[in-house]
């Protein structure tokens, strides 16, 4: 970190080696889109390396790319949810009820087919659980659970109260279980 | 038996406990409650998939991606590979 911040090129490459596929992982599974997942990565690289001088060694570096990366993520799903709300159906409707019927609901985003690649790598039942929480447990569940960061970590790169941070937490695996053990059913 | 064994296991003593951590004291608590015992093997089980899941790769020109967008501040010290 402290070469980083003192310019030296490699140990740019090194962070970014180090951190590409938990920052990738997260923010894909947030957003269930290759592609969508690779430029809010890059993002979060750019914004991060691009402000190195000002970090706070005090502040965990995996902490700061991670609480940047998850901002990416919720942002874009936050715009998504505008941008659904703004449709009001087809243009080509003709009565209320035909635009009604067109109009993209909420949940179409995260129902729409998944490619190939990513129906393969995020088509599991546990994947498919995960996508079903909301943003803010789904941030919480992965931080936690397959980043493995304390709650006061999560708390604190949430920006969110330790005891909110508690609760999303233990929701989440609730819904998930129920999730899954309807899916075995 | 004290108060405190008798008493249902919180989540986050039911995850302390899925990875080990739970102090013993509390642990016996599931000896003799099946309720807690139950509710503890679920979010084991859970615990363990989530615990399993694969990290994802970008695609392999990632880096060079993001280090062409990147400004690297000029060396303020002498470093050697």
């Known amino acids: 970190m402290r070469w980083a911040r003192d310019g030296y090129e490699p140990a740019f490459r090194e962070l970014v080696h180090r951190y590409e596929r938990p920052v990738f992982s997260l923010i894909y599974r947030m957003v269930r889109d290759r592609a969508l997942a690779e430029d809010l990565a890059q993002e979060t690289f750019i914004k991060v390396l691009n402000a190195i001088k000002s970090y706070k060694p005090e502040y965990k570096f995996s902490s700061w790319i991670f609480k940047i990366a998850n901002n990416a993520a919720i942002d874009h799903l936050r715009r998504r949810q505008l941008d659904t709300l703004s449709l009001d159906g087809s243009p080509s409707a003709r009565s209320p009820e035909e635009m009604h019927a067109s109009a993209p609901q909420l949940g179409d985003v995260a129902e729409s087919p998944l490619d190939e690649v990513e129906s393969r790598e995020l088509g599991g039942a546990i994947e498919r659980a995960i996508a079903r929480l909301r943003p803010e447990y789904r941030s919480c569940i992965l931080l936690r659970h397959v980043e493995g960061h304390s709650y006061e970590e999560i708390a604190k790169m949430l920006d969110l109260p330790l005891g909110t941070v508690k609760t999303y937490i233990h929701r989440a695996r609730n819904e998930l279980r129920v999730y899954l053990e309807g899916a075995r059913e | ?81």
């Open chain 2, 1 to 81: 038996m004290n108060e405190k064994l008798q008493t249902h296991l919180t989540p986050e003593e039911v995850e302390l406990w899925a990875t080990g951590l739970l102090s013993a004291a509390r642990t016996f608590h599931l000896t003799e409650c099946a309720e807690c015992l139950a509710v503890a093997e679920r979010e084991r089980k859970l615990l363990v998939e989530l615990a399993q899941l694969q990290r994802f790769a970008p695609s392999a020109d990632f880096a060079e991606k993001v280090l062409a967008q990147v400004r690297i501040p000029a060396p303020s010290g002498s470093h050697h590979a």
